[in-house]
């Protein structure tokens, strides 16, 4: 972490903020696209972009050379503004917008992922006989235990056979690629099951070789000691996953001369570790026994995560005299009793001193409710060490402008 342009941030600007991590992130990128790369020449990562929208990420990606990922039009719309070509953008999901139609017939890839969708698709491509719609089918993952997951087809049922064949009774539709994505199971056995049930699928429902698979995401991205610690098992690296996936594929296409392409959609796995918040200590308190200290951040700025884990913290201190505490819960803003950012932290503290949240990347800023206060601000290393706000604070009129007011203000 760049620890000193946290602080001088703190010097100089309001909290809470986030900070994010250009060269950690691109250092990443280029280690988990390598490695997948030196094993399998023709692999493509893929963005997730409701993990992390932020544009000034999203760029970087697109000149680091990867595609988009997306899942609803508002998504779309920013890929396309940031400049992607349709058949660099992957449209995914249960949900597609009305934009879906544009996508597929500026040569978009897209994944269906159930039948109603393949009936929107062939109408389409009805009233387009002239042009080529390529298709990918999202394949329904078993992932055990109690959990049926609600995505794509199932594989054998009559539902991936009917939309097979309403696809091969257009001429102009063919099926040329496999998706899938799991975002509940992220070790190396996960993954080397999900490929042996994509080759299934292939060997299913394709008599040439598909153009592409994607495996989506979940993989463990790098995380501090602190954070895999508390996974238990060890983490896999990027290398464990790249060889328990790729090599089964290559051998499966080892006879064949043209290779499919190999498809990942990572969201969490890139951007978690490189983005920081940052929040000062407003007050602390103890009520019978319970100590608590209230921030100008909230739980809703850090993600999914901060719930399932206890985020890697730093303190940077501002007060003069911090007090002893054996445990301290770390509270928000939200006036919400539920609103723990850390629970029961061994440190020294007093009201002044400012918090530094690790590994928030993933699902923070992208569902951060305006709830009471809207959005803080983003900062990133910039050119020669000087931070640049790639994110504004949310103001009122962000808020408030899409509400009618009966009185003219
Ligand atoms: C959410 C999602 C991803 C990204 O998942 P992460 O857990 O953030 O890595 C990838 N692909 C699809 C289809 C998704 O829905």
Redesign the pocket.
Same mark, same amino acid.
């Given at each position: 972490m760049d620890n000193d342009m946290i602080v001088d941030l703190i010097e100089s600007c309001k909290t809470p903020f986030y900070y994010f991590d250009v060269e950690g992130f691109i250092e990443n990128y280029h280690d988990l696209n390598h490695t997948f790369q030196s094993i399998y020449k023709n692999y493509q990562l893929s963005y /997730?972009y409701? &993990?992390n929208y932020t544009p000034y990420i999203c760029e970087i990606v697109k000149q680091l050379g990867g595609y988009a =990922?997306v899942?609803s039009d508002m998504e779309y719309l920013l890929a396309k503004k940031i400049g992607y070509e349709n058949c660099h953008i992957v449209y995914? @999901?249960p949900a597609k917008g009305e934009l879906l139609e544009e996508h597929i017939l500026n040569g978009g890839i897209v994944n269906v992922d159930n039948y109603d969708e393949m009936i929107r698709i062939c109408k389409l491509a009805q009233k387009y006989p002239q042009i080529k719609i390529k298709l990918g089918l999202r394949i329904n993952m078993d992932v055990g235990g109690d959990f049926i997951s609600r995505f794509g087809f199932e594989l054998g049922k009559t539902e991936i056979s009917d939309a097979i064949r309403l696809a091969d009774n257009n001429e102009n539709v063919s099926i040329v690629g496999l998706h899938c994505?799991i /975002?509940r199971a992220r070790g190396v056995g996960a993954w080397s099951a999900r490929t042996k049930t994509m080759l299934e699928a292939v060997k299913l429902y394709f008599d040439k070789v598909p153009e592409y698979i994607s495996l @989506? /995401? #979940?993989?463990f991205g790098k995380m501090s000691e602190e954070l895999c610690s508390q996974f238990g098992a060890e983490v896999p690296s990027y290398r464990d996953y790249a060889e328990a996936v790729l090599q089964p594929i290559a051998e499966y296409f080892s006879e064949t001369e043209i290779k499919p392409m190999i498809l990942t =959609?990572? #969201? &969490? &796995?890139l951007v978690s570790r490189y983005v920081y918040f940052v929040t000062k200590v407003l007050n602390i308190k103890t009520i019978r026994g319970r100590n608590m200290a209230t921030t100008d951040g909230s739980f809703e700025n850090l993600g999914e995560i901060c719930g399932l884990k206890k985020l890697p913290l730093k303190i940077v201190r501002r007060s003069a005299n911090p007090k002893d505490y054996q445990g301290v819960d770390i509270m928000g803003y939200t006036c919400l009793e539920q609103d723990v950012m850390y629970k029961d932290l061994k440190c020294k503290l007093a009201s002044g001193d400012y918090l530094v949240f690790e590994n928030v990347g @993933?699902?923070s800023i992208v569902s951060k409710p305006q709830f009471i206060k809207p959005n803080c601000a983003m900062y990133a290393t910039g050119f020669e060490g000087v931070p640049i706000q790639i994110m504004r604070e949310e103001t009122f009129e962000d808020v408030f402008s899409k509400f009618v007011f009966q009185q003219k203000l």
């Open positions: /997730s409701k &993990t =990922e899942v995914n @999901g994505h /975002s @989506g /995401s #979940g993989m =959609e990572p #969201g &969490t &796995t @993933g699902y």
